[in-house]
């Protein structure tokens, strides 16, 4: 079956399960303040570094393909460049981790760096101190939190950030039952699609010099908690996902993307 003809089953299958949903949010945007990735034409294909555990191939293979269904852009997953204790950035794609980050409060961090309208480099850790816990050690938490993560990294913000809403079936949507809202919906992928509508004249995907774009410092950080992350920007309605930017000056900017774990949002470490 060619990658066309997936997309297709694919498109037709979600727009079926999520109707109901699309159709209230129709002429919403979640555009992450037009952020992507710099290319000179579509689809493009963004690398996935694995630096997953076992426990973690078939969630991150899950997530590729979802995201991968997208008109304008493919993920491959291929060897990680990163050590999963603190998941550094490479230059020109995504590194996903796993690790046991400790009681850190928090589930899932994205991290983007950003240099103009253009992301650089990125990267998604996914706490398994808290994944390994019987609350959150299930297919649907993990699959939800990874492609939520992974789906920032794509220049994506969230549908809905009240946890108590009914569910949008889509993993950008914040939600205290992840049963369905576990992959994207038919209106990420339309989103995907306005937000590389256009051209650029360079690339930053798969580039080894995009990093060297910003500051010396922004590639020399430790980004382990609140208090490395800068300004908090934004949270949901209870306070259990937050977006918090540390800014470099001249449209130099890391972006952090958090889930808390339930109960961690107030009493969270700093």
């Given amino acids: 079956m060619t990658k066309t003809a997936l997309r297709r089953i694919v498109f037709a299958a979600l727009s079926l399960c999520s109707l109901a949903a699309v159709a209230t949010i129709a002429y919403a945007t979640h555009s992450w303040n037009g952020y992507h990735w710099a290319r000179t034409s ?3 294909t963004l690398k996935l570094g694995d630096n997953v555990s ?5 969630i991150l293979n899950t997530t590729s393909i979802d995201w991968s269904a997208s008109a304008v852009l493919d993920t491959n997953i291929v060897p990680g460049q990163a050590n999963p204790r603190n998941c550094r950035p490479t230059s020109g794609r995504v590194e996903v981790c796993n690790s046991p980050y400790g009681n850190t409060g928090w589930l899932g961090v994205a991290q983007v760096w950003v240099s103009g309208q253009h992301i650089t480099q990125a990267t998604v850790k ?7 816990t019987s609350t959150y050690n299930t297919p649907a938490w993990r699959n939800l939190v ?6 920032h990294t ?17 993993c950008m949507d914040y939600t205290s039952d992840p049963s369905t809202n576990q992959h994207p919906n038919q ?3 339309q989103e995907l699609e306005l937000i590389y509508a256009h051209l650029d004249s360079t690339t930053t995907i798969g580039s080894a010099t995009a990093s060297q774009l910003h ?5 020399e950080l430790d980004l382990s908690g609140p208090a490395q992350w ?5 949270e949901s309605n209870s306070g259990r996902a937050q977006t918090y930017v540390l800014d470099f000056g001249g449209d130099h900017k890391v972006f952090t993307f958090v889930i808390w774990a339930m109960g961690a949002e107030r009493g969270r470490a700093q």
């Fill in 126 to 132: 996914l706490n398994d101190t808290y994944f390994n």
């Fill in 54 to 58: 076992t426990a973690w191939d078939s």
């Fill in 230 to 234: 800068g300004k908090l920007l934004k």
């Fill in 154 to 170: 794509l220049g994506l913000d969230h549908q809905d950030t009240n946890f108590n809403n009914a569910n949008l079936a889509t």
């Fill in 146 to 151: 990874s492609c939520q993560e992974v789906g």
């Fill in 215 to 219: 500051p010396p410092a922004m590639n």
């Fill in 187 to 189: 209106h990420d992928y």
């Fill in 42 to 44: 579509n689809p493009f």
